[in-house]
């Protein structure tokens, strides 16, 4: 939907009126305003370069607009991480197109480094003359030192050296520059050292193979479920989110953009999940994209070994993130304070990860693809663990900030990691106790139907054993074939979330804090991803009219871009949450695979069906 619109006056843009761009290194939003207003380099998780988003006054910021801009618009090159940003004025029209750009020989299909190091900020009169704005402020002091090509910026809070170059003389890194029809600057800022640049290269050639690598691997996805253009975007923001030097996916590209505005439901999210990232690569797997999984599971493997436990979540190379620390310089988007650096989470105990891992080795193996004898021993290790760990108590799939609780998800993800180790001994003739997980998987898909239903309320609830409220995570169950969605108390479940999590026209809570104790005891906005569960639940009972209309509904929340945040405002529809937010795109790869499949008649799951039988 490429329409112009006023920019709004308001002094934060709203979370939906940016896009992403990056290299699978770090990335960038871009603001319908022309601003760059939050860019981690040189990696998802460094310390934020410019981050006005998050303050508008002191987090920094690269600007490229035009003096008394009225209306904008953007879109994406086709097939591409490449943006464009129309801008209008009273006296004219600038286009500005950003990318970080990629290297010659860049092949995203396999995990190595494509990024150059290097942001390129293209504009060009369409009609008409401008006067434009160009301001690079980073975070924090910065030292400006005039060189023969352009600038140098010392940047210490960000421990980086800046390479600020043009395709005319800059004044300084604030400045404006009279432009008319047909004249156009190219910016260029570097933070690579001098050996990974590529010298000799006019740039213009460098955006090009930028966007000939982009459609290079865009090409791979599937090109026939319903919203086609929303799957390939949804494929091409997730792969802005894998680290692609060693498969790890971060979360989403932000830190602390709010669940609640006014709320402290405040978190960074620029680390690696293993359950987000297993989500990620398991839908990447269904649109024709198999090769992210392997890289996945070696890097969270490896991660997992490296202390001697199994955590949440990692830094991107596969390390405990840092403490999560409160950051009392800035103000918060929209004034929606605390801002938070690092996340607690990953001290806390979750016990899903043992199925998420086994999941995705089972895709991984059930699709023709060897699993090495090293990488099953420690898969098998993580099975013999899941065995126990499902009776203790943990802080589940949404990481409440109480003390830990028997719930169901954690449960039924470590049935997961049971019958999946059990699958994987049995067809690949590998070591270990085949027969004991699968009758244990068997117990404990009993024990979750029996101790999880509650008769007062028709439905699963989110604890084992002990009353407990509704959760939109129970969703999840079919789709991990802990039980089919068709199951009558399924079906009842489906029912009872639709009715008391509903927030209207198809959008979901996760659970009602009062009911579910998260320590924080406050609303947020509607979670995504439980919407998108809806619907493979309701095309797996055999509703898929129901569905499909629920799917339409859904992607008609989508930003003019095909971008989706972690929540949204019932009440006005915004954006909440950190943006964009890879599980929300997972969710809609997921369903449109799912419907596509359930109008021809095929299981969702064909690759992997004979597995379960």
């Not at 319903?226 to 060693?246: C, G, Q």
């Not at 009758?439 to 009353?467: C, Q």
């Amino acid at each position: 939907m490429n329409v112009w619109s006023p920019v709004p006056p308001q002094d934060y843009l709203p979370i939906k009126d940016h896009g992403l761009i990056g290299d699978g290194r770090g990335c960038a939003l871009v603001g319908r305003d022309g601003a760059i207003s939050f860019m981690c380099v040189p990696r998802f998780d460094a310390p934020p370069l410019f981050c006005s988003l998050l303050d508008r006054h002191r987090g920094g910021s690269f600007l490229l607009t035009p003096d008394g801009l009225r209306l904008s618009r953007q879109h994406y090159v086709e097939d591409t991480g490449v943006l464009v940003t129309d801008l209008r004025t009273d006296t004219g029209v600038v286009e500005v197109t950003d990318a970080f750009l990629l290297r010659p020989d860049a092949q995203l299909e396999v995990d190595a480094p494509v990024g150059a190091g290097e942001l390129v900020r293209h504009a060009r009169v369409t009609r008409g003359s401008v006067d434009l704005r160009v301001l690079v402020q980073p975070r924090g002091e910065t030292q400006a030192e005039r060189q023969t090509a352009g600038w140098r910026l010392t940047c210490p809070q960000q421990s980086l050296k800046l390479y600020l170059t043009a395709s005319r003389p800059l004044p300084g890194p604030r400045c404006t520059l009279p432009l008319s029809h047909g004249e156009d600057l190219w910016i260029r800022l570097r933070w690579s050292d001098q050996r990974d640049a590529v010298p000799g290269r006019p740039v213009s050639q460098r955006l090009d193979n930028t966007v000939r690598a982009w459609r290079r691997w865009s090409a791979f996805v599937v090109d026939d479920p319903p919203r086609a253009d929303l799957v390939r975007r949804s494929a091409i923001t997730l792969k802005l989110l894998d680290y692609v030097e060693n498969g790890a996916i971060v979360a989403a590209p932000t830190s602390s953009l709010p669940e609640r505005i006014g709320g402290d439901r405040n978190w960074d999210y620029r680390y690696a999940w293993i359950r987000d990232a297993a989500y990620t690569v398991f839908a990447l797997r269904r649109i024709g994209l198999p090769d992210e999984a392997g890289g996945f599971l070696q890097w969270a493997l490896t991660a997992a070994w490296r202390d001697g436990r199994l955590r949440v979540l990692y830094d991107v190379d596969g390390r405990p993130p840092p403490p999560e620390v409160i950051d009392d310089e800035l103000e918060g988007y929209r004034r929606s304070a605390p801002v938070r650096w690092g996340n607690a989470a990953a001290e806390q105990i979750q016990h899903d990860v043992y199925g998420e891992l086994l999941d995705c080795a089972f895709q991984w193996a059930a699709t023709g693809r060897p699993l090495r004898t090293g990488l099953w021993h420690r898969l098998s290790g993580l099975a013999e663990q899941a065995r126990t760990a499902w009776r203790t108590p943990d802080h589940g799939i949404w990481e409440v900030r109480t003390h830990g609780r028997p719930f169901t998800y954690s449960a039924a993800m470590c049935q997961v990691a049971l019958d999946r180790a059990a699958r994987l001994a049995t067809r690949l003739n590998l070591p270990g106790d085949a027969n004991t997980w699968a009758a244990e998987a068997r117990y404990l898909a009993g024990r979750i139907i029996h101790d999880a239903w509650d008769e007062r309320m028709n439905s699963f609830t989110e604890h084992l054993g002990e009353r407990g409220g509704l959760d939109a995570s129970l969703l999840a169950l079919p789709l991990r074939r802990v039980l089919p969605a068709d199951h009558p108390r399924m079906v009842a479940t489906t029912q009872a979330i639709t009715e008391r999590l509903g927030a209207g026209d198809g959008l979901l809570y996760r659970y009602l804090p009062q009911e579910s104790p998260d320590g924080l005891n406050e609303p947020e906005g509607a979670f995504l991803l439980g919407s998108f569960w809806l619907v493979d639940n309701l095309a797996g009972q055999g509703r898929v009219d129901e569905a499909s209309e629920l799917f339409d509904t859904l992607c008609s929340y989508a930003s003019p871009l095909g971008l989706f945040a972690e929540q949204i405002d019932p009440a006005d529809r915004s954006f909440l949450g950190n943006f964009p937010q890879a599980l929300s795109h997972v969710g809609l790869l997921s369903s449109a695979v799912v419907l596509a499949r359930a109008e021809r008649g095929v299981r969702p799951e064909l690759s992997t069906h004979a597995w379960f039988q």
